[in-house]
């Protein structure tokens, strides 16, 4: 028999009706022959209700104890989901990270998964059961309980369906797939039905925030086929219907044949950009500025230097735009000076954003970077930086061009709907 | 150094403002000298709020699951104190119930404690900690999280006193000790400095609220010095002056001697009385009644058996007020026909009381129970049965004369404030 694992959302076991509800769609999935893991997230809210508390007694709480805290929440939503399962009739049974076990690290708040013990969930499993199992926590080797951080039940998911070599893992959420972009800015964004793991990695790192990237990794690492789609549908949909909603994560290059060159474009506005013009170009320069900048905890995204003809260079880099200040103080005042190094000028603009084409079709079509600089010609828009890797293109542009951007490149590179 | 187990309810509990104060008052234990293990129950309404989310899911809710949702209420709670002690710079560590690991049986949502491991919690104090566990709950030897049942955190913190030989087990409570009598019924009422196990076991049998009656049993069992002492006072209070709070359950008998004769008045008004009237007085006829009584899941109370001249006997006894109709009429209609008996006739009263005085002092005083009896005639109260053990008597009377003989046994056996 066929094994899956279901994800729920915190907005999906969101209240008593609607828990209900996850629980009419698991019997349905049951009923038709299949082994079923569930792994529910808290119910929403209920994780930061749990930090507040945690807050109101100590500014940083203590980490060991705000997972001790933070894990009850996903133990509520596994023993209210047993009991509506067993309710219509459907034997299960839930456990903890603990009961699993789900082996992790000690960084509490942050744990990473070890290790995952299938034995006990493959006995229920085997006995009949829906085995329902927490999300977002595990346990590690001091016998303390550890949570994974924000959206860790998009990873225990993917994990346990790695774990349990399950045909598929569904991660029920409250949207219905991943789109080409974000169809706030282009009404005409399709849902994709495949997407590569790779194209997903550069996604959900740019920001389109449906899977915690971690997830996403682990799908990779155990070639996971992991599904996104809406827990907002019937639950009473017909399975051969449901089988067909959301977005496939594959690992299989033949099943993307159908996909554009181009699958999404990403964006980001929130990026600073730092020029450092006019370096001494001499080896250790990158190392010198971006190792100041690593030490203080600043994450760097995208990074150009330009070799002149006078013996200097120009080094750009982007940064979080909350970080652009103490960036350009830091370099100023730091970097050049503790390292003895001579700048033309040191500026920055905190008023710029990236836009990133992603596509594993790439990798074998020329021409895809210049239909990009093409379309933003015509728009009138000026690329400050470019960058690329096998399957993205990015550029950074003045931020007030974002939606104009995306827009025009989703048309260029045939996204819209009406093409699906 | 002197270790001291502190259990807090979840009144003391129930709020960010009041787990300070819990802190506070646990740091000034640890900062004496103290080695501290603290039980807290779970916030106020937090266990009835997870019951309800239960209910509404499932009309009986399976109990495994219900005590896999319910002991995150004491979770939730040993965090946020451990927070609340770091915040204030005691070093304090928290454990659930599996972790310890505390081992019940399986009887899910009223299982009982076989065994507490002490090396973990001894280590942690050892090494300077104050250690902080939930109360109510343990695992059970399929390794599934077990609740004790309502107040059994009570009954967790004697355990844990008795398991790590603790000099004395404080259950911090929102009443201020144990009194002569309940303070609403005799304003006189006087709380005792110290109340033997065996009195407050009749005390506590007899709704006297205050501890769970099986925390008491424990204390018996193992030895453990309790004492019931308020949360409410200021947490700041010198040392000295709080060791003399509450009411300390004691096992010597020397402790005692300045105790009277008799410690306290108990009532009950939930009774109802049967009397089966002129059956044949042979074999057996107790166990046909009783048994089937019993068969039916009736508790009876006080039972008296009276032999007559003519070959005949009265049987009298008492049920729970709830249960008087159904017991009557299983009595007429059942026991009576299937066991071939006779009786001149069945007839019951459920508007009686039971007044009981408690005293390890009456073992050695004769006396006592006239004096209850001349007492009750001189306030023209009528005795319908009486009962006696070593240190109890107890009368059922109408049960409008309650609060007037509580009163007048309290004023006429000298536990009147005035007196201490």
Same mark, same amino acid.
């Given at each position: 028999?066929?094994?899956?694992?279901?994800?729920?959302?915190?907005?999906?076991?969101?209240?008593?009706?609607?828990?209900?509800?996850?629980?009419?769609?698991?019997?349905?999935?049951?009923?038709?022959?299949?082994?079923?893991?569930?792994?529910?997230?808290?119910?929403?809210?209920?994780?930061?209700?749990?930090?507040?508390?945690?807050?109101?007694?100590?500014?940083?709480?203590?980490?060991?104890?705000?997972?001790?805290?933070?894990?009850?929440?996903?133990?509520?939503?596994?023993?209210?989901?047993?009991?509506?399962?067993?309710?219509?009739?459907?034997?299960?049974?839930?456990?903890?990270?603990?009961?699993?076990?789900?082996?992790?690290?000690?960084?509490?708040?942050?744990?990473?998964?070890?290790?995952?013990?299938?034995?006990?969930?493959?006995?229920?499993?085997?006995?009949?059961?829906?085995?329902?199992?927490?999300?977002?926590?595990? &346990?590690?080797?001091? $016998?303390?309980?550890?949570?994974? !951080?924000?959206?860790?039940?998009?990873?225990? /998911? %993917? =994990?346990? +369906?790695?774990?349990?070599?399950?045909?598929?893992?569904?991660?029920?959420?409250?949207?219905?797939?991943?789109?080409?972009?974000?169809?706030?800015?282009?009404?005409?964004?399709?849902?994709?039905?495949?997407?590569?793991?790779?194209?997903?990695?550069?996604?959900?790192?740019?920001?389109?925030?449906?899977?915690?990237?971690?997830?996403?990794?682990?799908?990779?690492?155990?070639?996971?086929?992991?599904?996104?789609?809406?827990?907002?549908?019937?639950?009473?949909?017909?399975?051969?219907?449901?089988?067909?909603?959301?977005?496939?994560?594959?690992?299989?290059?033949?099943?993307?044949?159908?996909?554009?060159?181009?699958?999404?474009?990403?964006?980001?506005?929130?990026?600073?950009? &730092?020029?450092?013009? $006019?370096?001494?170009?001499?080896? !250790?320069?990158?190392?010198?500025?971006?190792? /100041? %900048? =690593?030490? +203080?905890?600043?994450?760097?995204?995208?990074?150009?230097?330009?070799?002149?003809?006078?013996?200097?260079?120009?080094?750009?880099?982007?940064?979080?735009?909350?970080?652009?200040?103490?960036?350009?103080?830091?370099?100023?005042?730091?970097?050049?000076?503790?390292?003895?190094?001579?700048?033309?000028?040191?500026?920055?603009?905190?008023?710029?954003?990236?836009?990133?084409?992603?596509?594993?079709?790439?990798?074998?079509?020329?021409?895809?970077?210049?239909?990009?600089?093409?379309?933003?010609?015509?728009?009138?828009?000026?690329?400050?930086?470019?960058?690329?890797?096998?399957?993205?293109?990015?550029?950074?542009?003045?931020?007030?061009?974002?939606?104009?951007?995306?827009?025009?490149?989703?048309?260029?590179?045939?996204?819209?709907?009406?093409?699906?």
């Amino acid at each position: 028999m066929s094994l899956i694992v279901h994800k729920y959302g915190g907005t999906s076991m969101g209240s008593i009706e609607r828990i209900k509800n996850v629980a009419r769609r698991v019997a349905k999935w049951h009923r038709a022959g299949y082994q079923l893991v569930v792994v529910p997230s808290a119910m929403s809210g209920e994780t930061n209700r749990l930090i507040s508390l945690a807050k109101e007694i100590q500014d940083q709480p203590d980490e060991r104890e705000l997972d001790m805290l933070c894990c009850t929440g996903e133990q509520v939503s596994v023993a209210l989901l047993a009991m509506a399962l067993k309710n219509i009739g459907i034997d299960a049974v839930s456990f903890t990270g603990w009961q699993v076990p789900v082996k992790t690290d000690s960084a509490y708040t942050k744990a990473r998964i070890e290790s995952i013990d299938d034995a006990r969930i493959r006995a229920e499993i085997n006995a009949g059961k829906v085995v329902i199992v927490t999300g977002f926590q595990g &346990i590690d080797s001091l $016998g303390n309980p550890t949570t994974l !951080g924000r959206g860790g039940s998009d990873t225990s /998911a %993917v =994990a346990m +369906a790695a774990a349990l070599k399950a045909q598929e893992c569904l991660i029920y959420t409250d949207v219905d797939g991943i789109y080409t972009t974000d169809p706030r800015v282009v009404p005409e964004a399709r849902r994709m039905r495949v997407v590569s793991f790779e194209e997903m990695l550069e996604m959900a790192s740019m920001g389109s925030k449906v899977l915690q990237i971690r997830s996403v990794e682990f799908a990779g690492k155990y070639r996971v086929p992991t599904r996104v789609l809406s827990s907002l549908t019937d639950p009473d949909m017909p399975l051969d219907e449901e089988k067909k909603q959301g977005t496939l994560i594959t690992f299989e290059e033949d099943e993307h044949m159908e996909q554009a060159v181009v699958s999404g474009i990403a964006f980001n506005r929130d990026e600073a950009k &730092i020029m450092v013009r $006019g370096v001494s170009d001499k080896p !250790g320069v990158a190392y010198q500025i971006l190792g /100041a %900048v =690593a030490d +203080a905890n600043i994450d760097v995204d995208m990074i150009i230097q330009n070799q002149g003809t006078d013996g200097l260079t120009d080094f750009t880099f982007t940064v979080h735009r909350n970080d652009y200040q103490k960036t350009l103080n830091l370099i100023k005042n730091k970097v050049l000076v503790e390292n003895n190094l001579t700048a033309k000028e040191v500026v920055g603009d905190a008023n710029v954003c990236k836009v990133s084409i992603v596509g594993i079709g790439m990798r074998s079509h020329v021409g895809i970077a210049s239909l990009m600089f093409k379309t933003l010609f015509e728009e009138g828009i000026n690329i400050q930086m470019i960058s690329t890797s096998e399957i993205k293109v990015s550029v950074i542009i003045n931020d007030k061009y974002m939606e104009l951007a995306v827009r025009a490149l989703h048309r260029a590179f045939e996204l819209d709907a009406a093409q699906s």
